[in-house]
């Protein structure tokens, strides 16, 4: 028998449309607070969600002896939230790019930075160089200072690899860093990120580049290493006919694809990204009228990154207005890399979604939340309702709008991770 536990004495935010309610799939148009409540977890799973003083009998902790026992937490008068969700990281890299940052204050464009071999493809020699041991230890690192901040799933990119040996390197660390962890990590396959150096100058460089991303997906998930799969169509990334070629390949093998799409100019390749049914697109500064329109048609989801936005000083702001009025779901991530968004902290992007993005706190809290874990596929988390995940996360705070109103540094108190209490060793 898996033992019960109580936690109560919280305000608890369930994003659930009703207390208790048991349809986990519509998010809530508010927060679905409810004070003094509390959740019964059984082993990683959610039981009951509701006030304290409707707790059922059979979890009460003074339940007579043929009751299930019950191991009751009083969490003093926390919020407790949903674990939250970062759907968009690149974790795993050997190295820094801090020079790069120094010259685009002094003016240079990441663009520029990019064409000139440095950016992604600075990263990936560190990446090459390192050994698996210090890729293991930096990404562990990491995720638990992720962790810290109330995040208890992460999804993980490739592509700073770019060769078979070091891409399959890259999603190992990765899958090794949750399982150690207990956290829950989601791999996604980014081989068709930045050409690498050994292909640049040889002919037809990009296409040849992206035949053998296609080979190495095949035996990539032959590994079990793979749970989605992106790319970067950009000019200075791929085309979308080149980005088309790795979907159809996921695709055929069953797996979801995500995009990293119009983030410095339009390709059309949210649209593109749609009709292979993506679980996401990611970054959408650029964003047309029709790739709106296609991924609301597909149910993919807008995955906003102010960190990118930021670092990179755009100007250009996603659509926000418009892929609210269409109802595309929008999730707010960190999207960590060492080029454009050097940042461990999801609190601090759901404030910068707020103040940059125009993002109401709600929105931007169930962007971390229910529309993230949607943007990885899971429909087990991301709210407080019987039968999801028993992932949570406990804070000192009296409202859920403050996780996007305190900025800079916001620890949470503890996670709750699978049911378990979890204290992030930093
Ligand atoms: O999400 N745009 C492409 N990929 C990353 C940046 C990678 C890098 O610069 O190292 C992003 O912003
Ligand atoms: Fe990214």
Sequence with gaps: MTALHLWHNATVCTLTPAPGNTVP??????????????????????????????????????????????????LGGALLTPGLVDCHTHLVYGGHRANEAEMRLQGASYEQIARAGGGIRSTVQATRSASETALLESARKRLLQLAAQGVTTVEIKS????????????????????????????????????????????????????????????????????????????????????????????????????????????????????????????????????????????????????????????????????????????????????????????????????????????EAVLGATVHAARALGLHDRGQLAAGQRADMAVWQLQHPNELAYWFGNLPCQHTIVGGQVFHPAL
């Design 159 to 362: 592509g700073y690899g770019l060769s078979l040996e070091s891409e399959a390197r890259s999603l190992r660390v990765a899958r090794a860093v949750g399982s150690e962890t207990g956290l829950t990590v989601r791999t996604t396959y980014l081989g068709a990120h930045a050409l690498p150096p050994e292909y640049a100058g040889t002919p037809h460089e990009a296409d040849a580049y992206i035949d053998a991303v296609c080979t190495w997906l095949h035996e990539l998930h032959a590994q079990g290493l793979v749970d989605a799969v992106d790319a970067f169509c950009e000019t200075i990334g791929f085309s979308p006919a080149q980005t088309e070629r790795v979907f159809a390949t996921a695709r055929a093998l069953g797996l979801p694809v995500k995009l990293h799409a119009e983030q410095l100019s339009n390709q059309e390749g949210a649209a593109l990204a749609a009709r292979y049914q993506a679980l996401s697109c990611d970054h959408l500064e650029y964003l047309s009228d029709s790739g709106i329109a296609a991924m609301r048609a597909a149910g993919t989801v807008a995955v906003l990154l102010p960190g990118a936005f930021y670092a990179l000083r755009e100007k250009q702001l996603p659509p926000i207005d418009a892929l609210r009025r269409a109802g595309v779901p929008m999730a707010v991530a960190t999207d960590h890399n060492p080029g454009t968004s050097p940042t461990l902290s999801l609190p601090l992007m759901l404030h910068m979604a707020c103040t940059l993005f125009r993002l109401t706190p709600l």
């Design 25 to 74: 799939d519509s998010p809530a148009p508010d927060w679905g607070l409810i004070p003094y409540g509390a959740v019964v977890t059984e082993g990683d799973t959610i039981r009951w969600v509701g006030a304290y003083s409707d707790l059922p009998a059979q979890y009460t902790p003074s339940a007579g002896q043929t009751a299930q026992p019950i191991t009751a937490h009083d």
